[in-house]
């Protein structure tokens, strides 16, 4: 139902930034709660942050809080990941998640219902 499509991944170096777009289309953006999950080679698919329909609430997983700020401009129905102090261990296909027709963020991957393709973040050690 929701379409999304991800943007910006690339290759940098430890400590610096990189920033991800998910577009979405289909729905109503703003009664979507939006997360990314990240997936490394071998490991299972983790939670990184979401983001309320409105925006008046965010969640972020332990091993980048204070790293990473997740938003979303609803005018353009696009969300966004902010990654700055890039580490060798956040390296791992990005994925963008949505959660229509609910109010309450959920960190566990089964709760969304869409996703995106992915998209490479490498950082190099």
């Known amino acids: 139902q929701v379409q999304l499509v991800e943007s910006g991944g690339g290759l940098v170096q430890a400590g610096d930034s990189l920033r991800l777009s998910c577009a979405a289309s289909?729905?109503?953006?703003?009664?979507?709660?939006m997360g990314w999950f990240r997936q490394a080679p071998g490991k299972e698919r983790e939670f990184v942050a979401a983001?309320?329909?409105?925006?008046?609430?965010?969640y972020y997983a332990d091993s980048v809080k204070g790293r990473f700020t997740i938003s979303r401009d609803n005018a353009g129905n696009t969300a966004y990941l902010q990654m700055n102090s890039l580490k060798p261990e956040d390296t791992a296909v990005y994925y963008c998640?949505?959660?229509?027709?609910?109010?309450?963020?959920?960190?566990?991957?089964?709760?969304?219902?869409?996703w995106g393709q992915g998209t490479q973040v490498t950082v190099s050690s």
């Open positions: 983001i309320s329909g409105s925006a008046s609430k965010t």
């Open positions: 289909g729905g109503t953006f703003s009664s979507i709660v």
């Open positions: 998640a949505a959660r229509p027709g609910y109010l309450t963020i959920m960190v566990s991957a089964t709760a969304y219902s869409s």
